[in-house]
DNA sequence: CGGGGCGTTGACTGAGATCAATTATGGTGG
DNA sequence: CCACCATAATTGATCTCAGTCAACGCCCCG
């Protein structure tokens, strides 16, 4: 396959560090194979060692860890766009896993590519150590909610969040997005109680900031749920609107005084 | 100044990936000049668009971020040979603090010089992206420690860490290793009260696990110690002993299966 | 000798876990 | 179309871990 199906990708990392003509070309043919799963599914195990990187077409996947008492930490979630495991081709070894929460597309990308092109082209090379560089301060930023947030500031921050990444990859339509997370999995991500997580769920109903229905969540009060999740985007490294994209292919990089 | 500071950093991304005696070379060029810190003071404040990355040659360091109410969290510890900046060359602008909980020596590496390095080196930048990683697997740990393991496993867990993290930059003796981080600290890491971090110390304590004294901590019970944490290193993506370093400056990288 | 930071201990309180049902919801096959 | 089943959501009652408040001891340092 080539490119057609990476166009997510694309984007959203031209969003991070504009890249040019040739090595977006690159990047549109990078992609070997797709393949399909089932909802609930594993597309990775902790403990693999991957010959390619995913690429995430179409569903939603996390990335959780077992504890072996059988409790279950859920790391993150991820959505059209997003190279899951990115870090697979450096790290070998899973530490790790990765599971379907619904049916599935992605395309594969081989290590030796991965290797090839970084190697080849710094830019992209850097594009996607960006890419996981911002995982690196998503978790960062889900261990400050887990550690010193209250369930109500979590679970606020966590929809914030999930708003900004879906709205980024066009996923969203007013403040409305797909919504295929159990409350369980909310539980599990944040490291509360599915009961507890269902309780919270009503007072954030209840105070007008959510609508929860049908797999969707509905925003209805944007600013009502920043503040109650302490909701600070800083930390997505979005390039601001107003910030003039880097000379495509321009051999430097200088942060703005 | 050149290299003689950077050799804990030369010995850890060496167990992390074997670099070329030139790229070494390289490496212990790159650091422009050494600063010294206070202990209790801000290195990198949130906010800030540093022009250099931070290699810390000396003391202890925390990432750390506060929360509107005054809260805190902290996400890291470092030790000598940590580049505890490494993400601020690729992100710009600082998404949390760094602060020193001891006095500290750092080197400094220019942005313009790891942007040089990294574009014409890929082994380092591979290097270094691998350090990257390596962080954030440690973050992943650290949100299932917080999310889902009790205080006592979370205590233990971190002891485990910290240990086999100096250890490999030769910090430690037998199983002893300076601990200069007060409970409230501790409490502030690991998402709990510091009174309750007293309680539970006192705890491990009387299992005969440890011993905390004059900041210094002692492993009784190694074994017992990581059975009660939960402690498996292999998010450490530590290179076991065993395994034949690849040779240096070599072109591949291919998974042992 | 006095004060500030850190550690320690006790008493009280509360957020959230656990246990136990009950009620949607959605997909399946008859 | 409906009975059936599994999964998910919801609600109530109870319990417990850990946070908060308060006090005191220790030790270092000026």
Excluded at 78 to 87: K, L, S, T, V, W
Aim: with cysteine; charged share 25%; proline share 5%.
């Amino acid at each position: 396959m080539s490119g057609t199906h990476s166009n997510t990708l694309i984007r959203k990392l031209h969003a991070l560090f504009p890249l040019s003509a040739e090595e977006v070309a690159v990047l549109e043919h990078a992609c070997s194979r797709m393949r399909e799963f089932a909802g609930d599914v594993d597309i990775v195990t902790e403990g693999d060692r991957p010959s390619d990187c995913n690429l995430l077409l179409q569903g939603i996947t996390c990335r959780y860890k077992l504890l072996p008492d059988g409790k279950r930490q859920i790391m993150s979630f991820h959505c059209a766009g997003d190279i899951f495991d990115a870090q697979s081709f450096i790290l070998e070894v899973m530490d790790h896993s990765i599971g379907t929460l619904t049916p599935c597309k992605v395309a594969l990308i081989p290590h030796r590519t991965m290797l090839d092109i970084t190697e080849r082209y710094p830019h992209i090379a850097r594009a996607v150590w960006k890419d996981t560089l911002i995982d690196a301060a998503i978790f960062r930023e889900w261990m400050t909610s887990i550690g010193r947030r209250s369930s109500y500031q979590r679970i606020a921050h966590l929809f914030c969040e999930l708003y900004l990444k879906m709205k980024t990859v066009g996923l969203t339509e007013d403040h409305i997005f797909p919504w295929p997370i159990t409350q369980t999995e909310i539980g599990d991500a944040l490291g509360m109680s599915n009961i507890h997580v269902n309780r919270t769920l009503k007072e954030l109903r209840g105070e007008g900031l959510i609508v929860l229905k049908d797999r969707r969540l509905i925003i209805k009060d944007w600013e009502g749920l920043k503040e109650a999740g302490q909701f600070d985007p800083a930390y997505l490294h979005l390039r601001p609107a107003d910030e003039p994209a880097r000379a495509a292919g321009g051999g430097e990089r200088i942060a703005p005084q």
